[in-house]
């Protein structure tokens, strides 16, 4: 009996370093993808992409010891995608939805993979499921911003301004998207409404360039 219970005991400490290890290394992925997105952000593109590889890594160690998670195919599609390796991202993203279809982490992020891939019809389709979904969503006004962007470059201005209209009211402290309402609300001939959208531009950034010539131009008509 003394024997028996000391292999529980000894199992039990087994399984609960496992547990913590794998815990661990999940949060590793992650961590290592917002230290690369840190460094990013600083224009350190390439150590960053030295922790952007880390978080795949880890990521693809999960998958091969059946450990993965919801987060572990988040992390992954997340990393390929800063990495601009649509397809891979898109890839990754689909093995994640097909294990869990509500993760809108991934939807969002396929979302953003599609379009960058050039094709808006399944940018579009991801971008939508995730704004119905989750309209006040930690990710709506880029998606709202991605669904303009669409709209835009397939010339359906007023759908584009409806779309960069709702990403702006989630954040208004955007220039680029002030920028990109200003040339959609141009192109439909919304003279006023327009120059209202790329002073709000220049407000935010005041030495956007491409702001301030359009203003000008249109301030000269």
């Keep these: 009996m003394k024997c028996t219970g000391i292999r529980f005991w000894l ?126 969503g930690e990710r709506s006004s880029i998606a709202f911003f991605f669904t303009g962007e669409i709209y835009r470059l397939t010339q359906r201005y007023r759908h584009a301004d409806i779309a960069y209209t709702t990403a702006l009211r989630l954040s208004p402290e955007v220039a680029l998207w002030w920028y990109r309402l200003a040339t959609v609300r141009e192109a439909t001939g919304d003279r006023t409404q327009a120059i209202d959208a790329f002073q709000q531009a220049i407000r935010i950034d005041p030495n956007y360039q491409n702001a301030i010539d359009a203003l000008a131009r249109l301030q000269a008509q």
């Design 11 to 136: 199992l039990a400490v087994f399984l609960s370093f496992a547990f913590h290890a794998e815990a661990q290394n999940s949060e590793s992925a992650m961590q290592n993808y917002q230290t690369g997105r840190d460094l990013e952000a600083r224009n350190r593109r390439t150590e960053a992409d030295v922790y952007y590889n880390e978080a795949i890594r880890i990521c693809q160690d999960e998958v091969a010891r059946n450990i993965a998670t919801s987060e572990t195919y988040t992390v992954i599609s997340w990393a390929l995608l800063r990495q601009n390796k649509y397809n891979d991202s898109i890839t990754w993203g689909e093995r994640g939805l097909s294990l869990y279809a509500n993760e809108f982490r991934i939807i969002e992020t396929m979302g953003e993979a599609w379009f960058y891939a050039g094709d808006y019809r399944r940018s579009l389709s991801f971008m939508q499921r995730y704004t119905n979904a989750l309209p006040q």
